[in-house]
């Protein structure tokens, strides 16, 4: 081999090294970084207060946010050691059989906990059941000293009989406790099974048993909040976002600008105008407005002008966010794909192989997008009927904490041109209706690259 051979291959070697640095860099969420010990968030409270709703969202968050979380219902334990649901007459205190049962299921349920946060990468376990008694809450202190884990409990209490009857219509009436779904006769044996728990609930004490953990209970599903002792980072990221989220009817819709210029042109990224095509879009959007007789919606653009020019159309008030601006793709700001392919061909393989992760140089990547647009969710879970006119990767990140998508599936979720996406929540999900407005677009969805595999 030649000495020119021998650099040539040296310099390509440092290059790949280089490549696998940048990548590996990546992968390692910001969000990681918040948590120095695994932590467990143990709910607490009578039946229908809404513990397995405000577990499921949180756990949503923190997944979206880049921290590893999982919800363990003790419900799911208990349905798989008992398959047939009798009655109330389970869950009551004097019922010594049952009692046995749900201790040991309690117990299973915490050495998944154990091989989720110690084994399976996991970082913070979500322990959703009543665990109404002290003798319960010391026994799960117990295991969480064992292990070294954090804990933080998480109280709903609520003394709203209206809203437990929602609770109890929206919820249970579908559980897999009563097949037969009858309204009244789930009601009536629902309601004796909160009498059941009645009889042994101890609260949390913050003045005194109980004045050392760290805590938040949450009052009449969010009228008023205490917090005790938050230990740490993601313990006051945890309690500002259960303070943020109201249980109330809204739909947010969600869409793109109108189709613009360099939309036509296949380059991305820039401040273009809209095409005559977005303009049409503009129109039809106010129309379906008027349509859904959306009087008392809030518009929100980014700083970009076909996303303004698209809300110019409207005739209401919009509010500019720079933070809704579509994604920086830095040097290859308003280039094409091929272009890229051909200008930068590592750095196009590079994003190809982890979209998510992949940073544009002097850019941003999807996880960046997604860190810049916290404070948006957070308004989103506040507000009422909301349109968000944004971009497509801006999009992309608003849609995957909603429908909780995958950090993998978020960059490759379809956002289509000229197509409002309704958003409306209900009991532990999100309900999902599309409109095509009927004004054609030129199509910016680049699937999925195929995986290719090693000949053999």
Known sequence: MSSNQRDNVSANSAEAKKLDLRMNEKKCSWASHMTN?????????????????????????LNWIGVPTKVFNLGVYRREAVRAYKSYDFFRHDNEEAMK????????????????LTVEGGQIAVFDATNTTRERRDLIQTFVKEN??????????????????????EVKVSSPDYPERHRERVMDDFLKRIEC??????????????????????????????VNRVQDYIQSKIVYYLMNIHVHSHSIYLCRHGESSHNVEGRIGGDSELSPRGKQFAHALRSFIEEHKLSDLKVWTSQLRRTIQTAEELGVPYEQWKILNEIDAGVCEEMSYEMIQKTFPEEFAMRDQDKYHYRYPGGESYQDLVQRLEPVIMEL???????????????????????????????????????????TPVAYG??????YLNVE????????????????
């Open 148 to 169: 070294a884990f954090k804990v933080f409990f998480v109280e709903s209490v609520c003394d709203d009989p209206d809203v437990i009857a929602a609770n109890i219509l």
């Open 197 to 226: 728990y009645k009889v042994t609930y101890q609260p949390l004490d913050p003045d005194d048993y109980d004045k050392d953990l760290s805590f938040i209970k949450v009052m009449n599903v969010g009228r008023r909040f205490l």
């Open 381 to 423: 879970e506040r507000q009422g009927n909301v349109l968000v006119i944004c971009h497509q990767a801006v999009m992309r990140c608003l849609l995957a904490y909603f429908l909780d998508k995958s950090a993998e599936d978020l960059p490759y979720m379809k956002c289509p041109l000229h197509t409002v996406l309704k958003l």
């Open 37 to 61: 010990s695994p932590t467990v968030i143990v709910m607490i409270g009578l039946p229908a207060r809404g513990k397995t709703y405000m577990s499921k969202k949180l756990t949503r968050y």
């Open 101 to 116: 049962i749900r201790k040991q299921c309690a117990l299973v349920a915490l050495q998944d906990v154990r091989a989720y």
């Open 441 to 456: 677009a030129v199509n910016t969805h680049r699937d999925r690259p195929l995986v290719s595999c090693p000949e053999s």
């Open 430 to 435: 999100c309900k999902v209706e599309m409109f």
